[in-house]
């Protein structure tokens, strides 16, 4: 997988946009994971060499199946990813945790893991272009009716969007020897997805969907497929980030990933109703109070298990702002990006992925 850096020298200027650059090899962090696995695929269709690192819990039969190079290894220890760096021209770095039993865990992996992958990278002789995986929940919402831009001052609200945020501020510390690019997705859906499996399933089944609070705020989604689509654009032509981290020169090289639709929770789950012919839809809004306690409840079996889970006090710390819209502007002024499909035709689509795999 040895490749020249004649590709990677015209991306060296941070902040300045690259000659579109064609991608030969490529190693994915969290490969195994739902948005690794798409990526994995779209790279291995347009002939790219790929190698994944995983940890050795996870799923790997699929990955040596279509000829990928496997890695055992950890964003947490800096050697195996100096190794897995190695002779690649482009690093994606997609691994992460939504969700932990604690804070700690969630920071030592989304913030540390990702300052030592950027670390690895600036170690390599010829420092591969590194797109990495951020999320909205960095960036935070935003006042009712206003519509977050990647220049507005980070706000992050929830562990979650504060240990990505320091995944982000972890690559602008290495951004003077690595040419970075920064996606922020909003939140992803599609084939393979399980997080959001459950409200589909409630809906497909029951027609039921609980809604956590009365005034739920407008989100910002993305397809999976579009997202792919979106890190490979800011792989190949993609302004790249400096080490300012304030105004205009925090937005160069930082992209929101996401639809210019904006549904509420209740929304989306009429969208899903209709993509699974359900004529009627019960929309459960509970009241403040309650959704409290069902995430703390959920987060002390977490806590009590080890295991993670998505309902829990953090989560319903974003539900309760007031937008998360976010604007595409900048995936498609600079990336070229444009969505092939509607939200409500992405939707039906993963209704569709959903049952033919006996999800729903």
């Keep these: 997988m040895e490749t020249t850096g004649t590709e990677r020298e015209s991306c060296l200027n941070a902040g300045n946009t690259p000659a579109a650059r064609t991608l030969q090899s490529a190693l994915v962090t969290g490969g195994s994971g739902f948005i690794g696995r798409n990526l994995v695929l779209e790279l291995v269709r347009r002939g790219c060499r790929i190698r994944c690192l995983v940890r050795a819990t996870s799923q790997i039969a699929h990955l040596r199946e279509i ?5 055992i290894g950890d964003v947490s220890h800096p050697d195996c990813l100096r190794d897995a760096a190695k002779g690649v021209d482009t690093v994606f770095h997609v691994a992460g945790l939504i969700a932990a039993p604690r804070a700690e865990r969630m920071m030592r992996v989304n913030g540390e893991g990702t300052w030592n992958v950027a670390q690895a990278c600036a170690a390599q002789t010829n420092p591969p272009v590194l797109v990495t995986v951020s999320s909205l929940a960095a960036a935070g919402p935003v006042p009712d009716g206003s519509i977050r831009r990647e220049s507005d001052p980070p706000r992050p609200v929830s562990q979650y969007g504060h240990s990505k945020r320091a995944g982000e501020l ?4 290495w951004s003077d020897r690595v040419p970075t690019t920064i996606v922020r997705p909003g939140i992803v859906f599609g ?5 959001l ?3 589909f399933r409630s809906i497909a089944r029951l027609g039921i969907h609980p809604v956590p609070t009365f005034d739920p705020p407008p989100l910002s989604l993305i397809h999976v497929h579009d997202l792919v689509e979106i890190l490979l654009r800011a792989a190949e032509r993609g302004t790249r ?3 300012d981290d304030t105004g205009e020169s925090a937005a160069a090289g930082c992209y929101f990933a996401c ?5 509420t929770y209740s929304e989306l789950g009429r969208l ?3 993509a699974a012919e359900r004529r009627h839809l019960f929309l459960f809004h509970m009241a403040e109070p309650l959704t409290w306690l069902v995430a703390g409840v959920a987060e002390l079996f977490a806590r009590l298990t080890c295991q993670p889970i998505i309902v829990n006090v953090d989560k319903m710390r974003e539900s309760i702002q007031p937008s998360w819209a976010a604007s595409p502007r900048g995936i498609r002024a600079e990336l070229g990006f444009a969505e092939r499909c509607s939200l409500r035709q992405r939707i039906c689509q993963t209704v569709a992925w959903y049952r033919e795999q006996g999800w729903i």
């Excluded at 639809?259 to 549904?263: A, G, L």
């Design 67 to 71: 000829g990928a190079d496997v890695c």
């Design 170 to 173: 972890a690559v602008r510390a």
């Design 191 to 195: 084939p393979e997805d399980r997080l």
């Design 197 to 199: 499996l459950p409200m």
């Design 241 to 243: 980030i400096g080490a």
């Design 259 to 263: 639809s210019d639709e904006h549904p």
């Design 272 to 274: 899903v109703a209709d």
